[in-house]
């Protein structure tokens, strides 16, 4: 009788234990919610899906990523702000974005300063550690920089050197007040608006050109419209992806380098993958009534040095483009135009 009845308070012991030990495992899940303003069905929606699951495969399931693709988390000041209050814990961002966190970041955007993929490595291998550190005493981490193709000018009639653009109107987007500053201080007519009336100003005759990323000009057929595209760059058009030091904080040390690794591979993915998307949307606008303006090099010499002439209006303290990290990218570029 008593041998049964230690056995039953084992037995009663058992599911006691079990669920007093449950919400230690309960604890150790740490769940990180990521913003996204890109749509799930692209290669960044993709890449970071896959980042997703290979955190919680490695990390055995103790880090789980929940991705709100599409902007459902809200747009770029929304989601700065709710990371900075830690309602979500990372975030995708465009330079906008970036440069609401750490200003420095602009000077990869200042214009035709950039001009190619090979130089835009050059300067990212130089340079990223310097900002990752900067961001970093901001508040943030980057999990990823990754690439989304150029800024090219679209425009209803050609344009090959700086005064084909002056005399048309040029939109853009009423949020990216530093380069609204920048081409007004240049002398090109901006007309400030939202991104989503593009067509309906092209349309209207309100705007006759708009830079824009070739990606982004074949998915919403600007092309239709603003038929002329130059072969020049203006600027890459970069975006990272951060998290708040205090998430990153809580993610076990013994897992942050394999994490990090998993992020160096996405970013790999995403360029690769943004190229390849980028040389198919040209390639399927010129087919569809796409003009290629092609530049000679001395019309690209032209853009190169009427830009000269307005670095002192645009770059330094308190200016729209950071003077020691605009020096740093320069003389970059310079040392290694020189040896190619």
């Not at 997703?52 to 000041?77: F, K, L, M, Q």
Request: aromatic content about 8%; glycine content about 6%.
């Amino acid at each position: 009788m008593r041998r049964s009845f230690n056995i039953s308070l084992r037995l009663l012991f058992i599911p006691v234990l079990f669920l007093s030990v449950c919400p230690l495992f309960a604890q150790r899940r740490i769940t990180i919610r990521l913003a996204s303003l890109v749509p799930e069905n692209t290669p960044w929606g993709a890449a970071i899906n896959k980042m997703a699951s290979d955190w919680a495969r490695v990390t055995n399931g103790e880090v789980e990523v929940i991705v709100y693709h599409n902007g459902t988390a809200g747009d770029e000041p929304e989601t700065l702000r709710k990371l900075r209050l830690n309602q979500i814990q990372a975030a995708v961002f465009t330079s906008l974005g970036l440069n609401s966190i750490m200003p420095e970041v602009m000077a990869l955007s200042y214009p035709f300063l950039i001009r190619d993929n090979a130089e835009l490595d050059e300067v990212l291998s130089r340079i990223k550690p310097e900002l990752n550190e900067k961001i970093q005493q901001n508040g943030f981490t980057t999990l990823a920089w990754a690439r989304a193709g150029w800024i090219k000018i679209f425009s209803k009639s050609p344009v090959h050197v700086p005064n084909d653009l002056r005399r048309l109107k040029l939109g853009t987007s009423s949020d990216e007040l530093q380069m609204i500053q920048a081409f007004r201080l240049m002398g090109y007519q901006i007309v400030p608006i939202s991104i989503n009336d593009i067509l309906v100003f092209l349309n209207g005759g309100m705007i006759d050109a708009i830079y824009q990323s070739p990606i982004y000009a074949a998915g919403t057929q600007i092309f239709g419209v603003a038929k002329n595209m130059s072969s020049i760059n203006i600027a890459p058009f970069m975006g990272g992806i951060l998290m708040n030091n205090t998430a990153w904080r809580r993610i076990p040390e013994r897992y942050r380098p394999q994490l990090m690794e998993i992020c160096r591979e996405m970013e790999a993915t995403i360029e690769a993958s943004i190229v390849n998307l980028e040389t198919e949307a040209v390639s399927t606008m010129l087919r569809h009534g796409l003009i290629l303006n092609e530049l000679s090099v001395q019309q690209e010499q032209e853009w190169y040095t009427d830009m000269g002439r307005y670095e002192n209006s645009l770059v330094g303290t308190g200016q729209i483009f950071n003077r020691e990290y605009y020096l740093k990218i320069n003389d970059i570029l310079t040392n290694y135009r020189r040896g190619r």
